[in-house]
């Protein structure tokens, strides 16, 4: 499902977005490329210390959308491109990932799980 200019974004620093919504209100957080971890075919691992609206309505409604990019990886036609993944979350408190990530992330206290349906290059 990712691309080779998806890892090549992966690999330089810049920031992600990660919208949720519930009762027909958005929200977002931000957190870096790097902390992103991908794992199997599909799932981004992000380590979580805050974000408390985000889970509140993850609860209700597990569908978020992530945007990211960097300016320094080739785009369509110029320099900088960025992605747009849209998935469902989860928070995760336990378990093997939330040990794999607690021990690259100390600062965790959850780690948000996101299941991608889409990715989609946008510059």
Known sequence: MFTEKFYDVLKKEGVVSIVSCSNNEAHVCNTWNSYLVIVDDNKILIPAAAMIKTEENVNANPKVKLTF???????????????????????????????????KYPFLTRVLEVTVDSCKQTL
Request: no cysteine.
């Open 69 to 103: 990019g960097s300016k320094e990886v080739m785009g369509y036609n110029y320099m900088g491109t960025g992605f747009l993944l849209q998935g469902t979350a989860k928070f995760l408190k336990d378990g093997d990932n939330f040990k794999m990530m607690r021990e």
